[in-house]
């Protein structure tokens, strides 16, 4: 059984950064991709970005490339999410998940994921 704990999330301006952090016990962080998700009030939950177990291999829907970056520390079983240039509109819950197929393919589905934290609130105002 795997535990993961998000934090880092808080109210923010539009154009600031944030950077979310998301701690796992329980399992052998190393051996599984990790990825993070976020679902706004009303919404589904999306997927925002997914890492390797390595990190060699990193992915991200197209509304976050070049303004976020998913990181790993192995050593800290730990999965970060760095935001920057926020908006509005990426006001969500953010939660982490583990990712624990072998298939890569499948990476942006919701349902491939198997354990999730408890979710991190991010408010960006304009």
């Known amino acids: 059984q795997v535990q993961l704990v998000e934090s880092g999330g808080g109210l923010v301006q539009a154009g600031d950064s944030l950077k979310l952090s998301c701690t796992a016990s329980g399992g052998t962080f190393s051996a599984y991709a990790m990825g993070w998700f976020r679902q706004a009030p009303g919404k589904d939950r999306d997927w925002v970005a997914t890492?390797?177990?390595?990190?060699?291999?990193?992915d991200y829907t197209g509304s976050v490339k070049g303004r976020f970056t998913i990181s790993r520390d192995n050593a800290k079983n730990t999965v970060y999410l760095e935001m920057n240039s926020l908006k509005p509109e990426d006001t969500a819950v953010y939660y982490c998940?583990?990712?624990?197929?072998?298939?890569?393919?499948?990476?942006?589905?919701?349902?491939?994921?198997?354990?999730w934290g408890q979710g991190t609130q991010v408010t960006v105002s304009s």
């Open positions: 890492i390797s177990r390595s990190g060699g291999s990193i």
């Open positions: 998940a583990v990712y624990p197929r072998t298939d890569w393919t499948l990476r942006r589905g919701t349902a491939n994921y198997n354990y």
